[in-house]
């Protein structure tokens, strides 16, 4: 059998792959694309701007078609078609006959019809040609619109704020942002969200022309009002590639899109239309969930089977500029048909609303932005008809802990798809389990589930807990393949068992060689609970790469220097001191978010010369690499401000030479404010601490970073001693007991009972284990020693810093630079 | 110790076992090329590849921790931690991603050689 598809897209490859997979004897697969490359993942095009190369975009490496027996010609577009003949043409004048013909052309962009689109500066979003005229482009655009605030739209305006261009407008026509999936209510939330992060926004706007004289300079309203830009991109909808299929003669719709019927064959029996470009029940579906299963159907079709489509719920979950937006079932059905909950809270930016039967039994759908935590279970209850037993209103609150989650996972009937991309089901999932797999990874590998868009990771996480739990069988967190304990096990048995090295560690209760993961876990308990220097021993190579080399590698493979800056108080001469040192070994300088200087591109032979010359200057290992403790942020405090309670700096000062260097599942991070303006931000921090007028408050497990999260008040009014003492044994209770890479708020999230139980454990000594935690601090503190000293000043350890062991004196030779503003700066990912 | 010599294999010196940490990996000099050779003692094995990351076509993967997955001797990037079989080359983290090349190593008392231009690399690294 000779099939020959039509477009390399995702949906074409996806056709391709699970053909191959079934694998027919005789089979020849013949596949035009039109694009210069193979099938990407469109789904995740904007994170092209976000660091990702078109490697990593590519849902096969070239070689995977020859690989397979597939033919791919690219860039060649088929031209031409002759049903009767049964044979396709393409640009090149390659003719291939088929008896199987698949059209996954996909859409383009609809461009409406209005004057100026054919400027220099008109962009659409589509493919990543486009998104590289849009990256030249950007380096000399100063404002940006885009046309349409649908979800692509969206994205389309954050990849031109990643591309640098802080003005950007997004215009849309309808009163509301993302008009097909969600109401007035929810897009004032997200509009709200996105302004705070610099977007502009015009609802309302009906744009009529784009303006310029060959570039364009902005674009023109309706209402005769302009708005100037020199970026512009057209998001407005896209339009179904038919064209070659029309003029072969296959019916198509009359606004676009190949007519299949529920076998997804067009109007000739022998040719199949799958994904955007085909037209089902007047329906095109935009999203790759549908365009897959439709390619399932058409394999089953082409092979003897009678799977037929059945439609396709269009729920999407996704995050726009970093906020959750979710949308599922009908997310607003009539309003005299359905009852409906809405939960709004203005400041955290968070709308859920849900609609259910009038009599409040099932629910129908519903939209959730800022946080759409529930947005699984949510569609499940939907998609399966599930009766709402509880009250309505925790359906929108959604599942308050794991626990509840995953219950709600058991409660699925075993058909409930919970991978929609790939369509394996519950069932299939739990059948996984019980064969062996017993991993995310061992179900992934073998089920598919989660591979595409990853979004029901979660679920398949929970489905494997519970069907391990319901086996009996005792679920542990375990480290990895060379160790059958968790983390805070891992931790009591080094202990217990007085074990020194990480060798040692593996011989006695590990197994195997381990590695990446095991070894920096052991390395980081090693150092907490020993204090030892962290390259002795023979540890250093069981150290993840920035503690080997106790700096940050960074994109070149060069290192960045950060000398500790207590409290980020420093004096002239030492600003001077780390001028001069930065000058002397041409190094890109910047001041950190967390009041250090940073010093970019440090060859790795330089390091212990850089380290040198910082220390006698007074300066010390800033852990700026590692999981330790970071950084104390101090504000003015007492000393100079005029609302200062108390020297906020003399005591991030205290703090942070207390916890300098200590090792953690994570990187700790501290603050200090001399009052509540809270100028040093300390409730976003692991602990914080806020003079009051009787003392200091301590917040614990605050987060910045990308899911920040504020810190919960620990303590309050607290003398001096004592709030060190609640550090010492927070911190402590910290490291012995959260899973490696775990932060503190997520550590405290997972905690059953919460900040009350912290709170226990911590200030009323709960455990009876207070002293213990003290005393272990007291002793890491007292054997701290600063690291990069220590190898200075240790031949046999500084002789491990050079690039070539056999020509040491040399530097890497790859390593290049390009001019930034005056300065150095690493040369982009190719 | 990796014992494929085929005929064409041409052998360089390295450097000496004692310029090797124990379970972890140098970076050496081979005419303009740089290979990174890992001394994996555990296992009392020596293993060679290409030095070159090639996700980010960053020289680091002799900086890389190493380790086994199922018995299989591999190498794991600091960049973003794919994994690279020392044995074949093959990325184990990511089916997307190429393969590294990957040399004999063969040792004479306390001295590494490294083999070139023999039948083991399997190079499937685009220009
Ligand atoms: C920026 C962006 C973000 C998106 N985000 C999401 C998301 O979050 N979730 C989601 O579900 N979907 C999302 N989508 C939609 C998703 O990408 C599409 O549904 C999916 O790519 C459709 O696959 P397809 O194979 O039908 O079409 P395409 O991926 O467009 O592939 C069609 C291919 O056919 C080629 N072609 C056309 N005519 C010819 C010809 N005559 N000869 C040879 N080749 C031809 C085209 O050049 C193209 O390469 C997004 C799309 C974009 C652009
Ligand atoms: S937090 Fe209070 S004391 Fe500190 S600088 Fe701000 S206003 Fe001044
Ligand atoms: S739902 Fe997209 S990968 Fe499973």
Redesign the pocket.
């Known amino acids: 059998m000779k099939i020959v598809v039509i477009g390399n897209g995702m949906v074409g490859f996806k056709f391709c792959r699970k053909l191959v997979e079934r694998k027919v004897p005789g089979l020849e697969l013949i596949v035009f694309g039109e694009e210069r490359l193979p099938a990407y993942d469109r789904v995740h095009l904007s994170s092209y701007f976000d660091g990702k190369s078109t490697a990593d975009l590519l849902l096969a490496p070239k070689n995977w078609y020859a690989d397979n027996g597939v033919r791919l010609h690219l860039g060649d577009p088929v031209h031409h078609i002759s049903p009767g003949l049964q044979t396709v043409t393409a640009k090149s004048g390659i003719t291939e006959s088929y008896d199987i013909l698949v059209f996954a052309t996909g859409s383009s962009a609809f461009v409406p019809p209005m004057p100026g689109t054919d400027q220099k500066g008109v962009f659409v979003y589509r493919t990543l040609d486009d998104l590289d005229h849009m990256k030249t482009a950007a380096r000399k655009a100063r404002r940006a619109a885009v046309i349409g605030g649908g979800l692509l739209g969206l994205e389309a305006a954050k990849s031109c704020m990643d591309l640098g261009i802080a003005d950007t407008t997004i215009v849309e026509y309808a009163p509301r942002l993302m008009p097909r999936q969600i109401d007035q209510n929810g897009s004032a939330i997200l509009q709200k969200q996105l302004e705070t992060l610099g977007l502009k926004i015009r609802t309302n706007a009906y744009t009529t022309s784009i303006l310029g004289d060959g570039t364009a300079t902005g674009i023109g309203f309706e209402d005769g009002s302009t708005i100037p830009a020199d970026m512009i991109v057209i998001s407005a909808g896209i339009r179904p590639r038919d064209e070659l299929a029309a003029s072969a003669g296959l019916e198509t719709g009359s606004r676009g899109g190949i007519v299949v019927n529920d076998r997804m064959q067009t109007t000739h029996a022998n040719i199949y239309a799958i994904g955007e470009c085909a037209l089902y029940q007047h329906i095109i579906y935009g999203l790759v969930a549908p365009g897959y299963e439709m390619a399932d159907i058409a394999i089953d079709n082409i092979l003897g089977g009678n799977r037929t489509f059945g439609g396709f719920d269009m729920s999407t979950k996704l995050k726009l500029v970093g906020v959750d937006v979710a949308s599922f079932g009908d997310p607003f059905p009539p309003p005299d048909s359905c009852r409906v909950i809405v939960f709004e809270d203005q400041v955290a930016g968070v709308y859920k609303r849900i609609n259910m039967t009038d009599d409040g039994q099932y629910l129908l759908g519903g939209i959730l932005i800022g946080d759409a935590s529930a947005y699984n279970m949510l569609l499940q209850k939907v998609k399966n008809k599930m009766k709402i037993t509880g009250k309505p209103e925790d359906e929108l609150l959604g599942a308050r802990s794991t626990g509840e989650a995953a219950a709600g996972v058991l409660g699925l009937p075993p058909d409930a798809m919970i991978c929609s991309c790939e369509s394996v089901s519950k069932a299939a999932i739990c059948q996984a389990v019980e064969d062996g797999h017993e991993t995310f990874n061992a179900v992934k590998k073998c089920t598919g589930a989660s591979t595409s868009c990853g979004g029901c990771a979660p679920m398949v996480k929970d489905l494997i807990t519970y069907t391990l739990k319901s086996q009996g069988k005792y679920v542990r967190n375990v480290l990895c393949e060379h160790f059958g304990y968790s983390r805070q096990e891992l931790y009591d048995l080094i202990k217990i068992r007085s074990l020194h090295s990480y060798d040692e560690v593996l011989d006695n209760i590990g197994h195997g060689d381990g590695c990446e993961v095991c070894k920096p876990a052991v390395s980081s308990i090693l150092a907490s609970l020993w204090g030892d220097m962290i390259l002795a021993k023979g540890n250093d190579t069981a150290q993840d790469s920035n503690d080997r080399y106790l700096a940050n590698i960074q994109k070149g493979g060069t290192y960045s220097v950060v000398p500790r800056i207590p409290g980020g108080e420093i004096t002239p001469q030492k600003l001077m001191a780390i001028g001069r040192i930065a000058e002397k070994y041409n190094l890109y300088t910047k001041i950190t978010g967390g009041q250090r200087i940073d010093m970019f591109g440090a060859h790795v032979g330089d390091l212990p010369l850089i380290w040198e010359e910082l220390i006698a200057e007074g300066f010390e290992s800033g852990h700026a690499y590692g999981k330790a403790l970071r950084t104390v942020k101090?504000?003015?405090?007492?000393t100079?401000?005029?609302?200062?309670?108390h020297d906020?700096v003399s005591y991030a000062i205290r703090v942070e030479e207390r916890y300098r260097g200590l090792r953690a599942p994570h990187k700790i991070k501290s603050a200090v404010?001399?009052?509540?303006?809270?100028?040093?931000e300390a409730q976003s921090k692991d602990f914080g601490i806020?003079?009051t007028e009787k003392g200091w408050n301590l917040y614990v497990c605050g987060n910045g970073g990308s899911k920040p999260q504020h810190a919960l008040l620990l303590a309050a009014d607290l003398d001096s001693e004592t709030c060190i003492r609640y550090i010492d044994r927070f911190l402590m209770f910290y490291i012995k007991t959260a899973d490696p890479l775990t932060r503190t708020a997520t550590w405290l999230n997972k905690m059953e009972g919460g900040i009350d139980y912290l709170r226990n454990v911590v200030v009323k000594d709960s455990l009876g284990i207070a002293g213990e935690l003290e005393r272990e601090m007291q002793a890491l503190v007292d054997s701290y020693k600063c690291e990069w000293r220590e190898v200075v000043e240790t031949p046999a350890l500084r002789k491990r810093f050079t690039h070539f062991v056999n020509a040491p004196e040399e530097k890497d030779p790859s390593v290049q630079f390009e001019q930034l503003r005056e300065q150095k700066k690493a040369v982009e990912w190719k | 110790m990796s014992p494929i010599t085929k005929e064409k294999t041409n052998w360089f010196f390295a450097c000496k076992v004692e310029d090797v940490p124990a379970n972890g990996g140098v970076c050496i000099k081979y005419k303009d090329e740089q290979i990174a050779l890992f001394h994996f003692a555990r296992r009392g094995e020596w293993f060679a590849s290409q030095n070159l990351c090639p996700h980010r076509r960053q020289m680091a993967l002799s900086r890389g921790m190493i380790g086994a997955q199922q018995g299989e001797p591999k190498v794991a990037c600091p960049f973003h931690k794919k994994t690279f079989s020392l044995a074949d080359g093959r990325c184990l983290s990511d089916e997307h991603e190429c393969a590294i090349k990957v040399y004999p190593v063969k040792l004479e008392e306390d001295r590494i050689y490294i083999g070139v231009g023999g039948g083991k690399e399997t190079s499937a690294v685009p220009a």
Request: with cysteine.
């Open positions: 101090s504000c003015v405090g007492s100079w401000c005029r609302f200062g309670l906020s404010s001399g009052c509540i303006r809270e100028c040093a806020i003079a």
